[in-house]
């Protein structure tokens, strides 16, 4: 399975970015998927994610979506009412259904949100 993250980009606060992570080698219908990011200095956090129940991030709920076309296998993050603390590095990640950690990676979208 590989990952393709893209749509990063510099916004400013109460705007809107739509992340996109397309998928390639397996059915996308056959994995979890989930997005996560990683702000300088800290620990990589979950955001969303997207399978047989859709979950989200406290921090994120309510401002993000996560969807996913499976005729195109992509997956997107729609993130509005950003913040400058949802500044961060943008991971797309997926697992099989039959495992609990996320295996695959995408390289990352850089998100920068200025106040």
């Known amino acids: 399975v590989q990952l393709q993250a893209s749509g990063g980009g510099l916004v400013q606060a109460g705007g809107s970015l739509r992340l996109s992570c397309v998928v390639s080698?397996?059915?996308?219908?056959?994995?979890?998927m989930a997005w996560f990011r990683q702000a300088p200095g800290k620990e990589r956090e979950f955001v969303a994610q997207?399978?047989?129940?859709?979950y989200y991030d406290d921090s994120v709920k309510g401002r993000f979506t996560v969807s996913r076309d499976n005729a195109n296998n992509t997956m997107y993050l729609q993130m509005n009412s950003l913040k400058p603390e949802d500044t961060a590095v943008y991971y797309c990640?997926?697992?099989?259904?039959?495992?609990?950690?996320?295996?695959?990676w995408g390289q990352g979208t850089q998100v920068t949100v200025s106040s």
């Open positions: 997207s399978g047989s129940l859709t």
């Open positions: 080698g397996r059915s996308n219908t056959r994995v979890v």
């Open positions: 990640a997926a697992r099989f259904t039959s495992t609990d950690a996320y295996a695959f």
